[in-house]
Every structure is written in C-alpha cells, then in structure tokens.
C-alpha cells in the first residue's frame, strides 16, 4: 500500500510538472489580458518581475497614447512594435518545462497587478543588448529594468517607479527625465 501511495504521488507531481503544458493563444482576437501575457511572456521571459511589469505597463501607457491603438490587443499586434508577432512562428505558448511554467505564471501575474495598478507613462521600451534603435536618441531614458531601457517622449517626466508603485523590489527610474538614450 506504501509503495502504491508513493507511485501515486510521484505521478501526480510528474503530471504537475512535466506532462500537462500550459497554453495560451496567441493572436489579436484573444481577450486583453492574453494579449498582455503573450507580450510579457515572449518579449521578458527570463527577467526579474519588475521587468515583466514594466513592459505591461508600456502596453497600456501606449494605449492611452493617441499615437498608439486604442486597445491592448492593437497595441501588441501594432506592425513594426514587438519583433515575436511578425515573425513565422505560431508564438503560442505551450510551457511544459517547470522554467517556461514559471515564466509564464510570472507574466499572468505581472499583467493582473499593471491592470490594477495601471499605465505609468513608459512609451518605449528596447533591449539594447539585441538592438540600438535610432528612434532611441529622440526621447528621454527613464532607466531600466531587466533586459530593457524604458523611455518616454521628450519633454515628459519619467514615473517615480519602472515596475510596480508599491511593495517588492522597485526599480527607480530616472525622474528627472534628464538625457536621451544612449
């Protein structure tokens, strides 16, 4: 009986784990909060939370920015914005490593606490690491979080905080809004 409870219990944690993926849909026609999660997931996968909050607060700030489409799924499915969505890939998720389940519980929890928090001003964000975009000069350097240097428009302040307003490690931005991107 002690070794059938065990046998159970492993294939419970095996199942938990390894053998039932995760998914998620990847497409414009998903509900904002999918759209937000695939973004978070495809472009910070692998950065600390702050990062993954503060790339989902730029998809919201943009959505209030006349310049940007008026809703989330506009805004990620936007040409030209977000290199995983104009690729030939599906970009669907399927995590069925425990590192991509992590990921991609991160990102799900990432977008719930920016919905309730809200947009934070950040209009751009890139990872100079794969990318030194020339637009980059012509707006001001708020800081980074993880992988990416968030920016605003010329002119505009930064907010007090990259990521979350409350509560964990903060990642200070550049309030004075002083200095492009380097």
């Known amino acids: ?20 993926p995760d998914t998620v849909t990847c497409n ?7 759209c937000m999660v695939c973004n978070c997931y495809h472009e910070t996968r692998g950065e600390p939370m702050e990062g993954k909050i ?5 998809v919201l700030s943009r ?26 890939y599906k970009n669907n998720i ?24 809200g947009p934070n001003g950040l209009i751009y964000f890139y990872n100079p690491r ?3 975009p020339g637009w980059a000069r012509r707006v001001t350097s708020c800081g980074r979080a993880g ?4 920016l605003v428009p010329r002119g505009e302040k930064c907010p007090k905080y ?6 964990g490690s903060q990642q200070k931005s550049n309030t004075s809004g002083g200095g492009a991107a380097r």
């Open 1 to 20: 009986m002690k070794k059938l409870f065990i046998c159970f219990t492993l294939w419970i944690g095996y199942q938990a784990t390894y053998a039932a």
């Open 162 to 167: 990259l990521g979350a307003n409350r509560g």
């Open 94 to 117: 399927s995590a069925s490593k425990p590192e991509d389940k992590s990921a991609l519980q991160a990102c799900r929890a990432a977008v719930d606490l920016s919905i309730n928090e």
């Open 54 to 58: 503060a790339v989902a607060k730029t």
């Open 63 to 88: 959505k209030e920015n006349d310049e940007f489409p008026d809703t989330v799924c506009g805004v990620v499915y936007q040409p030209a914005q977000f290199s995983w969505t104009a690729d030939k």
């Open 28 to 34: 414009r026609n998903q509900s904002t909060f999918n």
């Open 130 to 132: 794969k990318v030194t």
């Open 147 to 150: 992988e990416h240097v968030f």
